[in-house]
């Protein structure tokens, strides 16, 4: 998730995109840059790290005049934070800046190399700029090029482009990702969100797939991706700029609970081949050879991330029948792990910095074992010092609480082993197009999930007022149970503990009463009954019962006191469902007791010290 900004107009056009970059920072943050078209130059400012590198640059004697420039904050997911990756791109003439991933950069790379074009970046984006450069050199204009290009990307994006061939005018376009456009009486304005344009304008226009825009001084025309005239209405915006960088949500927890449909998609996109059913993963840089001859896997994470890991376990003992262990990073790092040269060790995080798992990575690595990171910050600590990469693509995580990041981290451990299932064998290209299937119907079904949030909420208002909870999941959803335990205390302060259902009987049980919610996950899995007996147990016990089904289950109808279903998909699938419903009850009952969800109390997001 980068931002992007633009303007064409009467007014000095570097503050305004200054200005605008930096509501956009929230979107991405790990490099900066603007491109001016002044007296028939392209003038571009690049720099790595926060806006504020870039302002450095600007004020230090280098600053540019024009009317007409674009401009770029990234997140970075082909190829790590630098100022050669930083945006906008140049090929020729024209100059580009682009939000989203295109899947297929790698073949059109080549071709365009082998075409004579040479790369500066690491970026999938400079191919669209090398693309569009080649389309107007054979004689197009600068829209007709954008819509033949558009044919050629797999992928999802939103660009902005301008060219020297075609002064005072920006070209716009997207696919999957969202680009708002806006006119004042000064000029035309573009972005990839409303943030930005609501210091100018609030009538815009959301610019819909396919779509190109053609933006000048005092008009704003849009063709639809057959080159035909559309007119899309105006909406006018009433949110304030805080509300809009919050997408119109009231805080980013609940923002990114809903991005979760999107990142699915993102982390899975452009990494399965659907013909052969394999998981295709170029950043693991790890031969088949490898792969096939590690004895065991580790997973070394913490908190939620530890979570995500250890629902890897299940998945790869399952779907792989690989040995693998799962540990905390701030146990593994002091124990004396049996962990031996050519062992695959997988450390996943959100930011990269967590400093138990890079303590662990080390000392796995220290040992002779391959380290491979799931992560979500490009170019953090733990994905350079990695020997190989998986990206979860969330783009910046900004409430303290995570979730899309869990999300992420499920997925790029679904393809992870689905990957090793081909390569040993284990799956056959039928089985892997299969899991290929499922998994891209989730998006799908978190979307239904998120529909209910209603009903979710009703529950969340009936107990926010406890004090201690319990959520009891067996196999695979026994880790779920932790995270939904985990979300509730760090962000409503309520104590809650999660726990295999099978254990209750060792001990917990002696807590309950009618004043401790139980949280029931009972998927319709073969571990059904079993899930069904602990319930009675509490029920047995008058405490309240809020029970997660599969949708269809109304076994439990009269016997919960509340039932939310999730879709009916396989056990190995039901975590990422559960975890979304889970994550709603505690946001609405951190809510309901008025609380920051946010920024919780004692919190960091990185944490970056033991
Ligand atoms: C929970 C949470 C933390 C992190 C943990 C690891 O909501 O945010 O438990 O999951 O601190 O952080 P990363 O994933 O950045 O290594």
């Given amino acids: 998730m980068c931002g992007i900004i633009g303007y064409v107009g009467r007014e000095s056009v570097v503050p305004i995109l200054l200005a605008g970059l930096q509501r956009l920072e929230y979107r991405g943050y790990d490099s900066a840059g603007i491109a001016i078209q002044h007296h028939g130059c392209l003038e571009i400012r690049r720099s790595e790290g926060k806006l504020s590198n870039l302002e450095a640059v600007l004020n230090n004697g280098d600053f540019v005049e024009g009317r007409t420039g674009i401009g770029h904050t990234r997140w970075a997911t082909h190829g790590r934070p630098s100022e050669q990756n930083a945006h906008p791109h140049r090929s020729g003439d024209l100059v580009l800046v682009h939000n989203g991933i295109i899947e297929n950069f790698l073949v059109l790379r080549h071709r365009l190399e082998s075409e004579g074009y040479r790369f500066e970046s690491e970026t999938d984006t400079e191919v669209i700029a090398h693309l569009l450069s080649s389309a107007v050199k054979r004689g197009g204009r600068l829209d007709e090029a954008v819509r033949q290009v558009a044919h050629d990307l797999h992928g999802s994006y939103a660009i902005a482009v301008m060219s020297l061939t075609e002064p005072g005018r920006i070209v716009v376009s997207r696919s999957g990702c969202p680009l708002v456009i806006g006119l004042n009486g000064t000029g035309a304005f573009l972005a990839s969100d409303v943030t930005p344009l609501l210091a100018h304008t609030r009538e815009v226009v959301y610019l819909e797939d396919g779509d190109i825009g053609i933006l000048e001084e005092s008009e704003i025309h849009i063709l639809d991706s057959d080159g035909q005239s559309k007119t899309i209405p105006a909406e006018t915006i009433h949110w304030d700029a805080e509300a809009a960088e919050k997408g119109g949500y009231p805080n980013f927890m609940m923002k990114e609970i809903h991005e979760q449909p999107q990142v699915i998609m993102d982390t899975l996109r452009g990494r399965f081949d659907y013909e052969t059913g394999e998981a295709d993963l170029p950043d693991l840089s790890m031969t088949k050879e490898e ?14 991330s530890w979570h995500a890991g250890l629902v890897g376990k299940y998945l790869f003992e399952e ?34 910095e967590t400093a138990d798992t890079l303590a662990a990575a080390r000392e796995a690595k220290r040992r002779g074992a391959r380290v491979l990171a799931i992560v979500n910050a490009v170019g953090s600590t733990l994905a350079r010092e990695a020997d190989g990469v998986i990206y979860t693509r969330c783009g910046p995580e900004i409430s303290v609480a995570s979730t899309k990041a869990f999300t992420g981290q499920v997925i790029a451990l679904y393809l992870l082993v689905l990957h090793v299932g081909r390569v040993n064998d284990v799956l056959s290209a039928e089985e892997g197009r299969w899991w290929l299937d499922h998994f891209l119907m989730l998006p799908g079904h978190v979307e239904h999930i998120l529909k209910q949030e209603s009903a979710i909420e009703s529950i969340a208002n009936q107990y926010a007022h406890m004090n201690n909870f319990l959520y009891l999941g067996r196999g695979i959803n026994y880790p779920i149970a932790l995270e939904g335990a985990l979300k509730l205390k760090e962000i409503s302060y309520i104590h809650a503990e999660g726990y295999a259902a099978g254990e209750m009987k060792h001990g917990p049980i002696a807590l309950i009463d009618k004043e401790m919610p139980v949280v029931v996950l009972s998927p319709k899995d073969r571990l059904y009954e079993k899930s069904v007996s602990n319930l009675m147990e509490v029920r047995a016990r008058s405490a309240p019962v809020i029970a997660f089904v599969s949708e269809g289950d109304h076994a439990l109808d009269k016997v919960a006191d509340h039932v939310f279903a999730i879709p009916d998909v396989h056990p190995l699938l039901t975590p990422i469902l559960f975890t979304v419903g889970l994550q709603l009850l505690a946001y609405h009952i951190a809510i309901q007791r008025g609380l920051d969800v946010d920024r919780p109390r004692n919190l960091a997001k990185s944490v970056t010290v033991e």
């Fill in 291 to 304: 792969l096939l001859s590690a004895k065991r896997f580790w997973i070394v994470a913490c908190g939620t």
């Fill in 319 to 352: 779907m792989v029948r690989r040995p693998i262990q799962v540990d905390i990073g701030s146990e593994f790092r002091y124990r004396e792990p049996m962990i031996q040269q050519g062992d695959v060790f997988i450390a996943i995080s959100q930011s990269g």
